[in-house]
């Protein structure tokens, strides 16, 4: 199963979808969805892949959420986050969201009421069950909502967003709990350091 990063950090198993195996499968979605018969249940199958991939939302979270917490205008989320056994909201930025993913979600989402929750499906095995056959139409199985939580984490780790920033993304509390996904970019991105290394003894050409 090369498209899961599973390492252990702390004694604690973290099993994430490799982020462009998550972009790629959005991608293919899109086109699998057309011509579909059953398009509206596979366009939510969509939304919900991108939405919990590129919010970082637990599954209760994404049940919580109305369609007036989110602003695609201002390309803001008012997050219902666990603290304490009790939901509060707390708002987190979605600048880093692609173009084509937001007018995805805006097409989506047209015609709902404001009060009416995001997704139409409402138990967690529900959000469960559209994430797992998502990723199995295109045989990636054994995928599950929490993964896609830890690939964006992972994603942004990777690309140098600083600590503090993702842990008020991922709405932890503890800052411990965030720095384990620096540890799994940073060893996720040593195969490709050693090719590089390999690259700059073996073709000097590559030194400016």
Same mark, same amino acid.
Request: no cysteine; net charge positive; aromatic share 10%.
């Given at each position: 199963?090369?498209?899961?990063?599973?390492?252990? $950090?702390?004694?604690?198993?973290?099993?994430?979808? @490799?982020?462009?195996?998550?972009?790629?499968?959005?991608?293919?979605?899109?086109?699998?969805?057309?011509?579909?018969?059953?398009?509206?249940? +596979?366009?939510?199958?969509?939304?919900?892949?991108?939405?919990?991939? +590129?919010?970082?939302? @637990?599954?209760?979270?994404?049940?919580?959420?109305?369609?007036?917490?989110?602003?695609?205008?201002?390309?803001?989320?008012?997050?219902?986050?666990?603290?304490?056994?009790? &939901?509060?909201?707390?708002?987190? /930025?979605?600048?880093?969201?692609?173009?084509?993913?937001?007018?995805? +979600?805006?097409? &989506?989402?047209?015609?709902?009421?404001?009060?009416?929750?995001?997704?139409?499906?409402?138990?967690?095995?529900? $959000? +469960?069950?559209?994430?797992?056959?998502?990723?199995? !139409?295109?045989?990636?199985?054994?995928?599950?909502?929490?993964?896609?939580?830890? /690939?964006?984490?992972?994603?942004?780790?990777?690309?140098?967003?600083?600590?503090? !920033?993702?842990?008020?993304?991922?709405?932890?509390?503890?800052?411990?709990?965030?720095?384990?996904?620096?540890?799994?970019?940073?060893?996720?991105?040593?195969?490709?350091?050693? @090719? $590089?290394?390999? @690259?700059?003894?073996?073709?000097?050409?590559?030194?400016?």
């Amino acid at each position: 199963m090369d498209y899961l990063i599973v390492t252990k $950090v702390g004694g604690r198993v973290i099993r994430a979808v @490799r982020p462009k195996i998550v972009l790629e499968v959005l991608n293919r979605l899109d086109k699998y969805i057309e011509g579909r018969r059953k398009r509206q249940s +596979w366009e939510e199958r969509r939304f919900i892949v991108g939405f919990l991939f +590129w919010t970082g939302l @637990r599954a209760s979270e994404l049940l919580k959420v109305r369609r007036r917490d989110l602003d695609i205008a201002s390309r803001l989320l008012h997050a219902p986050t666990l603290k304490q056994r009790s &939901f509060v909201k707390i708002t987190i /930025s979605l600048r880093h969201v692609p173009n084509d993913e937001i007018r995805f +979600w805006e097409r &989506f989402l047209a015609g709902k009421d404001l009060d009416s929750p995001i997704v139409d499906i409402r138990t967690r095995f529900g $959000v +469960w069950r559209a994430v797992h056959d998502a990723f199995k !139409v295109f045989g990636y199985e054994r995928v599950y909502p929490h993964m896609l939580r830890h /690939s964006i984490a992972i994603l942004l780790a990777t690309l140098g967003v600083p600590l503090n !920033v993702l842990q008020r993304f991922l709405r932890h509390t503890d800052p411990k709990n965030t720095s384990i996904y620096y540890s799994i970019s940073a060893r996720d991105m040593e195969p490709y350091l050693e @090719r $590089v290394k390999h @690259r700059l003894l073996t073709e000097e050409s590559l030194i400016l």
